[in-house]
């Protein structure tokens, strides 16, 4: 089993659309996580870190479940610069700040 | 800030050939991290180091795999002989390995083709 699991998509939405990703991580001692955003032959960039309490960032909303190993990405009023390819990241700790990628969900946002 | 300077940007050669791959973190970064990307496994950990001391290499693929960080500012990744099945996207990443820190900062990339 992979330590991170996403959906690879892709998911093609109109603009506008609401559209939502998941990921499960495998470690239950995991202590942090993010989302990273990579567009099409550019290095992976940190769109958002992921608090337990659930996150927003402008159309960006970030959900974390502990309990269930879960987390989610929510993107509203999708833009055709949201196209991209988005990566669910654990921290699996160890004190060394070691992130672990999951395999990315692609997103295709059409006018 | 510079960011995380990576170079070249792309190689081409053949197999059987070595290649040295460079990294330069962001400065003030103690942790260096190298990883590969394909499209068939994604992006893999192959060895980060933390103070330029190597801590886990156990995602090097194989011997032929090699890296070293001389100094807190430069660091390589070494394949030989290299292989077409090594061909694949190199990044490295840098950050400060303290509770809280965000994330790392990538950098471009090293885009490798062994024919």
């Known amino acids: 089993r992979k330590e991170v699991e996403q959906d690879p998509g892709p998911f093609n939405v109109p603009e506008g659309a609401t559209v939502a990703f998941n990921c499960t991580y495998s470690?239950?001692?995991?202590?942090?996580f993010f989302w990273y955003r990579q567009d099409c032959r550019k290095e992976p960039k940190l769109l958002m870190s992921?608090?337990?309490s659930g996150n927003e960032d402008g159309r960006f909303t970030a959900q974390l479940n502990r309990a269930s190993q879960y987390i989610s990405l929510l993107i509203r009023d999708s833009k055709l610069s949201d196209s991209a390819t988005y990566l669910c990241?654990?921290?699996?700790?160890?004190?060394?700040?070691?992130?672990?990628f999951g395999a990315g969900t692609r997103l295709a946002v059409h006018p | 800030d510079a960011g995380v300077i990576q170079s070249p940007r792309h190689e081409v050669t053949e197999m059987g050939q070595e290649v040295t791959l460079r990294c330069k973190p962001i400065?003030?970064?103690?942790?260096l991290f190298w990883y590969r990307q394909t499209m068939m496994r994604g992006l893999e950990l192959l060895i980060y180091f933390n103070n330029n001391v190597p801590i886990d290499d156990s995602g090097m693929p194989e011997d032929r795999f090699s890296a070293k960080m001389p100094n807190a500012s430069f660091s390589t990744l070494k394949i030989q002989p290299s292989e077409p099945r090594d061909s694949a996207v190199y990044f490295c990443a840098s950050s400060l390995s303290l509770p809280g820190t965000v994330g790392y900062t990538f950098g471009s990339g090293t885009r490798l083709t062994v024919v």
């Open positions: 400065s003030g970064h103690n942790s």
């Open positions: 470690n239950s001692a995991s202590q942090s």
């Open positions: 992921v608090y337990s």
């Open positions: 990241v654990v921290n699996i700790g160890g004190g060394y700040n070691k992130l672990i």
